[in-house]
């Protein structure tokens, strides 16, 4: 009995000692996006590597908000002053004219060689070549942030690594074709085309509408390829090793595709592959951090509940007028809950309400876990909207620009909440739309219904992250995980060959038969 005792004990260790050596890789994080909501996210991916005990090292254009962890190494490489301050202008602009997404998507195009000249200085800023051109650490492993810098991938050759992509949202066209996902615009909707709760497919001019927004996200996907193609050989021209792969060779070899969306809950239910996984939430915290000793009381003593109100990081509260934050205040003030309201420029408030706690850093995520919050008025980030529909609580969105407002209107079709034009707001419709969201129980309901379902998964997203990229790191790669799809060219894909060759089969055989019947054939 003893005996087997020490034999299972001993099987324990030794297991126990395997898992615990496949841990303490190198992994590389590039994040050249100038979005902090998108660093927020990546950082959530990395951080979960650097718990499981990887050593990680990240390359961004800024300082992440994340408490030093010991695993992670940040090294920044910060945009010129020049870009710096035309980033600014641009999204003080972007604000301003409040333009579709198309409208973003077509100036990223067109403006797009400024944007893009920003990426190649990122990548040979000193900081962040010195990691490619002259290791002193081997990586085992690169996770690269896709926005417009896809010939970045070139680091993983360089490094002679396997690389893994992470992306922010659904996949849109960019991302399905790098790993060859489905992506038909008859019953997979596109960029900001939402549908009623329970809706399950599109109508006729809903399908006409998504294949026009499928087909132009398409054609700016061949454009930027073609773009990042250039873009990688002007960067990666001086190899010296004739093995080095060409762009299309290295977008090949991505080894998978996270992204930040769950579609049992989220939709839409659609094919995938198995190399592309969802990693929805990842940016939520199972447990909640505790919060600041000031905030937290101010929220556990609101008896009447508390409404947390934050229009993310790449707005601040200083960029729209006095009018709209007067109107904000008027209403916000005087509600009976208490307002957690991010202001940026706290030695000018719009005014000293006693139920208002202005900060301009809030704990987002531990906020909304916070069981006495019952709103959260939001510009409708992508984040924010899922830490929300996380922790069930209601929303009422004023979005702001890029795919905000179509955030937000799914989110109301869905039953979660409300949203308002911010540039157009008044202080009655404010007032009515809170009284709304606070008061009638469906709201609750119904993003309730979601969390639960939200969180009912086989692997958290935490737990997916680090079984899949040590999975990679098993697996040399894992590229047998691909599709086929990606490596088939344009004519092998849609079978043109075979088809062809069909047509001159039958096309000989009559003429055959023509001479077999001496009939006079045309
Ligand atoms: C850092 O990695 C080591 C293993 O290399 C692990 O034991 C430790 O828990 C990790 N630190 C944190 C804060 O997770
Ligand atoms: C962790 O990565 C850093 C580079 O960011 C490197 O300097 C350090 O030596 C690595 N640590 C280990 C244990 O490999
Ligand atoms: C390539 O090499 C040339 C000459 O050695 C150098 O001037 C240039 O900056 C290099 N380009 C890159 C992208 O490293
Ligand atoms: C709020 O209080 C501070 C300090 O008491 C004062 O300087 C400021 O003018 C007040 N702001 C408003 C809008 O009343």
Redesign the pocket.
């Known amino acids: 009995m003893i005996k087997y005792t020490t034999i299972v004990f001993l099987l324990i260790l030794l297991l126990g000692t395997k898992t615990h050596s496949s841990n303490?890789d190198?992994i590389l994080g590039i994040f050249g996006t100038h979005s902090p909501s998108h660093v927020i996210v990546h950082m959530a991916v990395m951080k979960t590597l650097a718990d499981r005990g990887h050593?990680i090292?990240v390359v961004t254009q800024m300082k992440p908000k994340l408490a030093a962890h010991e695993n992670i190494?940040v090294?920044v490489a910060p945009p010129t002053p020049e870009r710096k301050k035309f980033m600014e202008e641009y999204m003080k602009q972007t604000f301003n004219d409040k333009p579709s997404i198309w409208t973003t998507l077509m100036k990223a195009v067109l403006q797009a060689n400024v944007q893009l000249e920003g990426q190649i200085e990122f990548m040979v800023h000193p900081n962040f070549k010195e990691l490619y051109e002259n290791p002193?650490?081997k990586f085992d492993l690169v996770v690269l942030g896709p926005m417009a810098n896809d010939f970045q991938l070139g680091i993983a050759a360089k490094l002679h690594c396997p690389v893994i992509i992470t992306w922010v949202g659904v996949p849109l066209p960019f991302m399905d074709s790098i790993v060859g996902n489905v992506n038909d615009p008859s019953y997979v909707p596109s960029l900001n085309v939402a549908l009623e709760a329970g809706q399950s497919t599109m109508e006729f001019t809903q399908r006409l509408g998504n294949l026009f927004k499928h087909s132009f996200l398409d054609i700016v996907n061949k454009l930027l390829n073609f773009k990042m193609n250039q873009m990688y050989e002007r960067a990666f021209a001086n190899k010296t090793d004739p093995e080095f792969p060409n762009y299309y060779e290295m977008k090949r070899r991505i080894s998978l595709l996270f992204y930040n969306y769950h579609s049992p809950s989220e939709g839409p239910i659609r094919p995938t592959v198995p190399q592309s996984i969802e990693i929805g939430g990842i940016q939520v915290k199972d447990q909640p951090d505790p919060l600041p000793k000031e905030l937290a009381k101010f929220l556990d003593d609101a008896d009447e509940g508390v409404i947390f109100f934050s229009l993310g990081t790449n707005v601040n509260t200083n960029n729209f007028g006095p009018e709209i934050a007067n109107i904000l205040y008027s209403v916000l003030s005087q509600l009976p809950q208490r307002v957690v309201w991010k202001w940026e420029d706290l030695n000018n408030k719009p005014g000293n309400a006693s139920n208002i706690y202005f900060s301009n850093w809030l704990p987002q995520d531990d906020i909304l876990a916070h069981p006495k919050v019952r709103l959260f008025i939001t510009h409708a980030g992508k984040g924010g909207v899922a830490e929300a529909q996380y922790h069930g609580v209601p929303m009422l969105a004023l979005p702001i620009f890029g795919d905000q407002q179509g955030n937000a209107e799914i989110m109301t079709k869905s039953g979660f909440g409300r949203w308002l034009d911010m540039h157009t707001l008044t202080a009655e419709e404010l007032e009515e739309n809170i009284h709304e969201v606070l008061e009638n129980p469906s709201y609750r309901e119904t993003i309730g219904k979601f969390s639960t379902l939200y969180r009912d998964r086989p692997l958290t997203a935490r737990q997916s992250v680090v079984y899949w990229t040590e999975y990679v790191l098993r697996h040399q790669g894992a590229y047998h995980l691909q599709s086929p799809l990606i490596h088939m060219d344009f004519i092998a894909r849609n079978n043109i060959d075979v088809f062809g060759v069909i047509l001159l089969i039958k096309r000989s055989k009559e003429s055959y038969q023509c001479v077999i019947a001496d009939i006079n054939c045309v």
């Open positions: 303490g190198n050593n090292t190494t090294i002193q650490t």
